[in-house]
T-cell receptor, first 113, second 115 residues
Framework: KAGVTQTPRYLIKTRGQQVTLSCSPISGHRSVSWYQQTPGQGLQFLFEYFSETQRNKGNFPGRFSGRQFSNSRSEMNVSTLELGDSALYLC????????????FGQGTRLTVV | QQPVQSPQAVILREGEDAVINCSSSKALYSVHWYRQKHGEAPVFLMILLKGGEQKGHEKISASFNEKKQQSSLYLTASQLSYSGTYFCGTEKRVSGGTSYGKLTFGQGTILTVHP
């Protein structure tokens, strides 16, 4: 069974640019959650999608947005990048039915210069 | 509000035991435990639900005290492969049950196992 796939693995962007990250969940999983991981703030929840609908959202500015497609693949977009957006972005895949185990992808390491 | 993990770091020799604690000020629906090695994704270890149900994949045990909103992860007979940062992720209790995939993670406990 294939795991969670995130692309790209590494990105370097300039301040002010925008970026799109992709996450393909485990086959059959309908929920995708996104997290930002930094040394200072740890793992922080961005948002969760289930069957193309955002069900939950964290405390991030509107520059962070996401969407989910009918095949459960999800994308996350960050506009007007700031230096502080440099982080490891992780997505987690689960069935989305009740409290179930979530499986993380390898992450996308974003560096903003 | 972020759950508090203790200790922040622990050093063991192979074969020794360790306990990692996770405390929350919120009423919880579930507690999830993950281990992350440097440069890798967090790996699922255990989920504990209110009511006592547990789901896990490894020889690791855990407990969840609903009254105190505390969970403990028990690592027995530690192996070198247990080294890494352990995170608890808590799911707040809301009307209707789960808060839909929103885990609030603790700051992590760094576990180092030496030969």
């Amino acid at each position: 069974k294939a795991g969670v796939t995130q692309t790209p693995r590494y990105l370097i962007k300039t301040r002010g640019q925008q970026v799109t990250l992709s996450c393909s969940p485990i086959s059959g999983h309908r929920s995708v959650s996104w997290y930002q991981q930094t040394p200072g703030q740890g793992l922080q929840f961005l948002f969760e999608y289930f069957s193309e609908t955002q069900r939950n959202k964290g405390n991030f500015p509107g520059r962070f947005s996401g969407r989910q497609f009918s095949n459960s693949r999800s994308e996350m977009n960050v506009s007007t990048l700031e230096l502080g957006d440099s982080a490891l972005y992780l997505c987690a895949s689960s069935s989305g039915q009740g409290a179930t185990e979530a499986f993380f992808g390898q992450g996308t390491r974003l560096t903003v210069v | 509000q972020q759950p508090v993990q203790s200790p922040q770091a622990v050093i063991l020799r192979e074969g020794e035991d360790a306990v990692i604690n996770c405390s929350s000020s919120k009423a919880l629906y579930s507690v999830h435990w993950y281990r992350q090695k440097h440069g890798e994704a967090p790996v699922f270890l255990m989920i504990l639900l209110k009511g006592g149900e547990q789901k896990g994949h490894e020889k690791i045990s855990a407990s969840f005290n609903e009254k105190k909103q505390q969970s403990s992860l028990y690592l027995t007979a530690s192996q070198l492969s247990y080294s890494g940062t352990y995170f608890c992720g808590t799911e707040k209790r809301v009307s209707g049950g789960t808060s839909y995939g929103k885990l609030t993670f603790g700051q992590g406990t760094i576990l180092t196992v030496h030969p």
